[in-house]
């Protein structure tokens, strides 16, 4: 074999090998990396779905500039079995003072953040106490995270300190 077929079968070789090392990333380093601080990992399949699906992760949550906070899914395994968590990163504790891992039960969906201060807080309920509707006459103030997947949309809304949830389809 001449010795040109063997540098160029070394060198896709090496190639493929690099390639395989690397490691994935379903969202902006900083972001898989602030997920590790915290236990929890990047969705690595998240994207293994088929129809239109949303990122993973959303930017400008609390008010300043948008890299300055972020919202983003993670999992945790423990015992075999994934659980989910949305986290929420940046400067929030000032402003909002809600926990920053809110654990979610299904298999999330996409992203997006959206503020509409004509919302009634009483839409929602508390996701502590899932039974107990959000306060009366009150109105969303500051911006809510949404996810949706397969039809369903969730929202959380940090009130006090607390999250409240909607769930619709």
């Known amino acids: 074999m001449p010795i040109i077929y063997v ?3 070394a060198v896709a070789v090496l190639h493929v090998t690099e390639t395989a090392a690397d490691p994935k990333y379903m969202m902006p380093r900083e ?15 998240f994207f293994d779905t088929m129809g239109m699906i949303g990122p993973p992760y959303v930017y400008g949550y609390v008010p300043g500039r948008p ?3 972020a ?4 999992e945790k ?5 994934r659980q989910f968590f ?17 654990p979610f039960p299904a298999y999330p969906g996409g992203l997006d953040i959206y503020r509409e201060p004509t919302e009634s807080l009483e839409q929602f309920t508390y996701l502590d106490a899932p039974k107990v509707k959000g306060p009366r006459g ?3 103030i500051h911006n809510t995270i949404r996810t949706s997947s397969r039809g369903l949309e969730t929202s959380f809304y940090c009130h006090e300190g607390r999250w409240l949830m909607r769930s619709r389809d």
Do not use: M, N, Y
Not at 31 to 45: F, N, P
Not at 77 to 81: A, D, H, R
């Open 77 to 81: 395994t423990q015992g075999g079995k």
């Open 7 to 9: 540098v160029v079968l």
């Open 86 to 102: 949305l986290a929420i990163r940046g400067k929030a504790d000032g402003v909002l003072g809600c926990p920053r891992l809110i």
């Open 31 to 45: 972001l898989v990396e602030h997920a590790r601080e915290i236990g929890c990992a990047q969705i690595e399949d």
């Open 138 to 140: 009150e109105r969303t």
């Open 71 to 74: 919202v983003f899914w993670c």
């Open 67 to 69: 890299e300055d906070s």
